[in-house]
């Protein structure tokens, strides 16, 4: 299954409202659809599990939806802390893959 | 606390090989599948190999199918990717990450990684 994020970049200033777009090439299994955050030098971090489900940990500022081929990462204010590249992944289905990323970057 | 600690990568030539470690602490190892994911230079994220908890399943993105082999050691509490054959498309940062104890489960903790360099 191929992962298509968009945008590639978005540029945001602290405060605005930020929407991820992944697109699956395929149906995703029962909603297997995670994301992860990665900033520059650290491992990624997960965010997000099962569409909607937030991981330990992460802020109710975020927030995921969709299903079949088409999810989505919300923030619904950017801190500081949230610019960073920004992953979505499916497991439903072997091999897991990821998109290519989407970068999140100060205005 | 869940840590992960990679170990063994290296600058290695085209066609050699190379075994990475995974030493695992903070939970209990023998109940999770345990994945081996890379990351090019500035690129994005590839699931490269997974095993299950008792690794009677595994599984490989198929570009390493035939050449790396996964395994676990859990009286190490340990992950292992034995790669061979390895090409300079090869070339990543190789994380360890922990799984669930059901195939399909997120990585839900990732070690800091290894650097794997093939090259002449």
């Known amino acids: 299954i191929v992962l298509t994020q968009s945008p590639g970049t978005l540029s945001l200033s602290p405060g605005e409202r930020a929407t991820l777009s992944c697109r699956a090439s395929q149906g995703v299994t029962s909603g297997y659809v995670a994301w992860y955050q990665q900033k520059p030098g650290q491992a990624p971090r997960l965010l997000m599990f099962d569409v909607s489900t937030r991981a330990t940990g992460t802020p109710d500022r975020f927030s995921g939806s969709g299903s079949g081929t088409d999810f989505a990462l919300t923030i619904s204010r950017l801190e500081p802390e949230d610019f960073a590249v920004y992953f979505c992944?499916?497991?439903?289905?072997?091999?897991?893959?990821f998109g290519q990323g989407t970068k999140v970057e100060i205005k | 606390e869940v840590q992960l600690v990679e170990s063994g990568g290296d600058l290695v030539q085209p066609g050699g090989s190379l075994r990475l470690s995974c030493v695992a602490s903070?939970?209990?190892?023998?109940?999770?599948?345990m994945h081996w994911v890379r990351q090019s230079p500035g690129k994005g994220l590839e699931w490269v190999a997974g095993i299950s908890w008792n690794s009677g399943v595994t599984g490989y993105v198929d570009s390493v199918r035939g050449r790396f082999t996964i395994s676990r050691d859990s009286a190490k509490n340990s992950l292992f990717l034995q790669m061979n054959s390895l090409t300079p498309e090869d070339t990543a940062l190789y994380y360890c990450?922990?799984?669930?104890?059901?195939?399909?489960?997120?990585?839900?903790?990732w070690g800091q990684g290894t650097l794997v360099t093939v090259s002449s």
């Open positions: 990450s922990k799984g669930g104890i059901a195939a399909r489960h997120p990585f839900d903790s």
């Open positions: 903070g939970f209990t190892f023998d109940d999770y599948m």
């Open positions: 992944q499916q497991y439903g289905a072997s091999p897991w893959t």
